[in-house]
T-cell receptor
Framework: KNQVEQSPQSLIILEGKNCTLQ??????????LRWYKQDTGRGPVSLTI?????NTKSNGRYTATLDADTKQSSLHITASQLSDSASYIC?????????????FGTGTRLKVLA | KAGVTQTPRYLIKTRGQQVTLSCSPI?????VSWYQQTPGQGLQFLFE???????NKGNFPGRFSGRQFSNSRSEMNVSTLELGDSALYLC???????????FGPGTRLLVL
């Protein structure tokens, strides 16, 4: 069964600290993996997208890594800011019968405290 | 370019009623997908439309339906509303690269 699991479910850190969010997947066939940031009450916004051949992708203070062999990805946030407080969703895409399918993780809720 | 827009942003209905939500994709995007998001279930895929045809469908009952118009705008309809239908309904349009989805702000539906 195609699944995407994220950990931890929630996380609280102090402003300025770093943190790492995890995403494990069993989706097959695999096409790409993306991380989204979703502020409360808003739609998700894409942070990074990686294909099978990419190991790392950065977007400012956000760095995503991908290990396609172990089917694991992580999102590292450096020098966190209050505005980083949001849910972070891992999404794995695959092509089945010629159409894209997206499997969403349930997200990690991050709270950054002053 | 304007982003994905959804209307209305908030909606309150009672059990048994029906509701229609609207989504306008980014100009030039032909694929529109709908998702239901609840605190306990996360994002659940409803269906995807491309060029007015439903291309993909998630595991939701027949009370959930949709359509897409020739200008790529899409509507989602939920009939005979149940309390459990209370959720944030998100619409996303597919980017030119065919892979990147851009989400709208969502419609928050509350069923009383």
């Amino acid at each position: 069964k195609n699944q995407v699991e994220q950990s931890p479910q929630s996380l609280i850190i102090l402003e300025g600290k770093n943190c790492t969010l995890q995403c494990n997947y069993t989706v097959s066939p695999f096409s790409n993996l993306r991380w989204y940031k979703q502020d409360t009450g808003r739609g998700p916004v894409s942070l990074t997208i990686m294909t099978f051949s990419e190991n790392t992708k950065s977007n400012g203070r956000y760095t995503a890594t991908l290990d396609a062999d172990t089917k694991q990805s992580s999102l590292h946030i450096t020098a966190s800011q209050l505005s980083d407080s949001a849910s972070y969703i891992c999404v794995v895409g695959g092509i089945t019968s010629g159409t894209y399918k997206y499997i969403f993780g349930t997200g990690t809720r991050l709270k950054v405290l002053a | 370019k304007a982003g994905v827009t959804q209307t209305p942003r908030y909606l309150i209905k009672t059990r048994g009623q029906q509701v229609t939500l609207s989504c306008s994709p980014i100009s030039g995007h032909r694929s529109v997908s709908w998702y239901q998001q609840t605190p306990g279930q996360g994002l659940q895929f409803l269906f995807e439309y491309f060029s007015e045809t439903q291309r993909n469908k998630g595991n939701f009952p027949g009370r959930f339906s949709g359509r897409q118009f020739s200008n790529s705008r899409s509507e989602m309809n939920v009939s005979t509303l149940e309390l459990g239908d209370s959720a944030l309904y998100l619409c996303a349009s597919r980017g030119q690269d065919g892979e990147t989805q851009y989400f709208g702000p969502g419609t928050r539906l509350l069923v009383l």
